[in-house]
């Protein structure tokens, strides 16, 4: 099957054909390196790994972009609070981010521009909208006339009546009701202290909106493939992108819009602003594994909310350890080899079916535990052996290839835990069925579960 995506453009299911045969250029809006990113940020990220990693799945090459947000309001309001040099200030939550999703194995971008080292591209982008009357001076700042660009409001269905022309907006967020121009340049004032740039256009920094302009069209030309974001970045920011790149190059900007629904936490948007947000931190410090994280934040369909509860994500955990405990099988398989090709052969093309059609993760998953299931029962009846046992984890790598959960560090037990363990073999061979529970809850406490099985106990890591 071919691939479909949902474009948000076109409110549609589009057939997927990019611009160059093999290779996709893909944007995605990265992080305001003013803090630390959340779960629901994460969920944007994953959103855009999963389409990424599928797109290589298919052979794609994919020539990946995402900015960092590191100088608009919220940066520079934080540092001066800080007291320090804006670049120190965002290079520590860079350094922050960075971490965070090798931590949840979000594969890494090719290329992360920064706005502050592409401010010569924003002003002749700025440029070429006053030269083309799009643009206007005032005394704060340069600003993008809506009225005066044709397509306005196209990507969120705007009406033209909620167009209000003529009125100004220079904050980077605002009302989303209301539907102005918007600050292309903004002129020094004393709020932004030592921040500014010398331009031909005047002393002052740029707006966020055209950072992404700038830095998306300079590294995957234009139009390139497919933009991404979370549903909120839809209106003003991809809007407003759209308008800026169109109006300025007189050419389309991008194909294909992919936007992720929300994480939400009862009822609401997680989001900094209500507070109702949990770090990666906050949860791996309360015990909970990133890989548990990652496979709750991709198990839903991404255009779908996705509601965030622990009793989900123990759930999460719960799966993943099956997935694990599965692999832990297979490499100890050697019973006798029945074929499983038909096994293999159905669960692989239903789960490209379900990714073909608009990344249907949650069908995908479900063909990826029907192989499960019914490899654990030839399992359970010793009948997988090793060369069989090779095709069934081939398969598993090539899911996992997308899904990314069965790759975290090898679990390794200590010389303390195999010396238990051993201990309570001897308890058990000796009958003292008390010692050997002592030691099981033991074992339990340092997250090791043990099986007894006809050939000794076996022993599995929970993730915690
Ligand atoms: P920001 O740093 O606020 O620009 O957000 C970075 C990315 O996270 C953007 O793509 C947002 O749309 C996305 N995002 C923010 N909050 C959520 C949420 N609760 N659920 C899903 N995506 C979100
Ligand atoms: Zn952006």
């Given at each position: 099957?071919a691939?479909k ?6 409110r549609?299911?589009?057939?997927f054909k990019?611009i160059?045969?093999?290779?996709v250029?893909?944007?995605t809006?990265g992080?305001?390196?003013y803090?630390?990113?959340?779960l629901g940020n ?8 999963i389409?990424?990693?599928?797109l ?8 990946h972009?995402m900015?960092l947000t ?9 540092s001066q609070?800080?007291?320090?040099p804006?670049?120190?200030f ?8 960075f971490?965070d999703?090798k931590?949840?194995?979000i594969?890494?971008a090719g ?5 502050t080292?592409h401010?010569?591209?924003m002003v002749g982008?700025?440029?070429?909208l006053?030269?083309k009357g ?5 005394a704060d700042?340069?600003?993008?006339a809506?009225s005066?660009?044709k ?8 009406e ?5 022309t003529g009125?100004r907006?220079s904050k ?5 009701e209301n539907?102005q121009?918007f600050?292309?340049?903004k ?8 921040v ?5 256009i005047?002393?002052?920094?740029p707006?966020?909106?055209i950072?992404c ?7 995957l030309?234009q139009p390139?493939?497919?933009h991404?974001?979370g549903?909120?970045?839809v ?13 300025a190059e ?5 194909n294909y819009w992919?936007h992720?629904?929300?994480?939400i936490?009862e ?6 602003s ?7 931190r906050?949860?791996?410090?309360k015990?909970h594994?990133?890989r548990?994280v ?8 991404y255009?779908?909310?996705l509601?965030?509860t622990?009793?989900e994500?123990?759930a999460a955990?719960k ?13 100890e398989?050697d019973g006798k ?9 159905k669960a692989t093309?239903?789960?490209?079916n ?8 949650s ?6 535990f ?9 399992l ?8 069989e046992?090779k095709k069934i984890?081939?398969?598993?790598r090539?899911?996992d290839k ?6 975290g560090?090898?679990e390794?037990?200590g010389?303390e835990?195999e010396?238990?363990?051993?201990e309570?073999?001897?308890?058990r061979?000796r ?7 002592r ?12 099986e007894?099985?006809?050939k000794?106990a076996r ?6």
């Amino acid at each position: 099957m071919a691939l479909k995506l949902y474009n948000t453009l076109t409110r549609k299911k589009e057939l997927f054909k990019p611009i160059k045969e093999k290779t996709v250029s893909l944007y995605t809006c990265g992080p305001t390196v003013y803090n630390f990113a959340h779960l629901g940020n994460f969920r944007a990220y994953i959103f855009g790994d999963i389409l990424k990693r599928y797109l290589e799945y298919k052979g794609y090459k994919v020539k990946h972009v995402m900015n960092l947000t590191d100088v608009d309001d919220k940066t520079i309001s934080n540092s001066q609070k800080e007291g320090i040099p804006l670049n120190e200030f965002t290079s520590r939550y860079e350094k922050y981010f960075f971490d965070d999703i090798k931590t949840l194995n979000i594969k890494p971008a090719g290329f992360y521009p920064r706005a502050t080292e592409h401010i010569k591209e924003m002003v002749g982008i700025t440029k070429k909208l006053l030269r083309k009357g799009i643009a206007y001076k005032t005394a704060d700042g340069i600003y993008f006339a809506i009225s005066k660009f044709k397509g306005y409001g196209k990507l969120a269905g705007l009406e033209k009546a909620q167009l209000k022309t003529g009125a100004r907006v220079s904050k980077d967020e605002y009302d989303k009701e209301n539907v102005q121009d918007f600050a292309l340049w903004k002129f020094w004032d004393e709020k932004d202290g030592d921040v500014a740039w010398e331009t031909e256009i005047g002393r002052g920094r740029p707006g966020w909106h055209i950072e992404c302009s700038a830095m998306s069209t300079k590294y995957l030309g234009q139009p390139f493939d497919m933009h991404t974001g979370g549903i909120d970045l839809v209106f003003p920011h991809h809007e407003n992108e759209i308008a800026q790149s169109e109006g300025a190059e007189g050419k389309k900007f991008v194909n294909y819009w992919m936007h992720c629904a929300h994480l939400i936490v009862e009822g609401r948007k997680m989001s900094k602003s209500l507070r109702n947000f949990y770090t990666l931190r906050d949860v791996i410090e309360k015990g909970h594994s990133a890989r548990a994280v990652r496979y709750l934040l991709l198990s839903t369909h991404y255009r779908q909310q996705l509601n965030f509860t622990f009793e989900e994500l123990e759930a999460a955990t719960k799966t993943v350890e099956g997935i694990i405990d599965f692999i832990d099988r297979l490499k100890e398989a050697d019973g006798k080899n029945h074929d499983t090709s038909q096994i293999i052969k159905k669960a692989t093309t239903e789960f490209e079916n379900a990714m073909d059609d608009d990344l249907n993760i949650s069908e995908g998953l479900a063909s990826v535990f029907w192989l499960i299931k019914e490899c654990n029962k030839l399992l359970a009846e010793s009948k997988i052996g090793k060369q069989e046992a090779k095709k069934i984890m081939a398969a598993m790598r090539r899911f996992d290839k997308v899904m990314g959960v069965m790759e975290g560090k090898e679990e390794k037990i200590g010389s303390e835990i195999e010396e238990l363990i051993r201990e309570r073999e001897e308890a058990r061979k000796r009958k003292d069925w008390k010692e050997a529970d002592r030691i099981r809850d033991l074992l339990k406490q340092k997250n090791i579960i043990l099986e007894d099985t006809g050939k000794g106990a076996r022993w599995r890591k929970t993730l915690r």
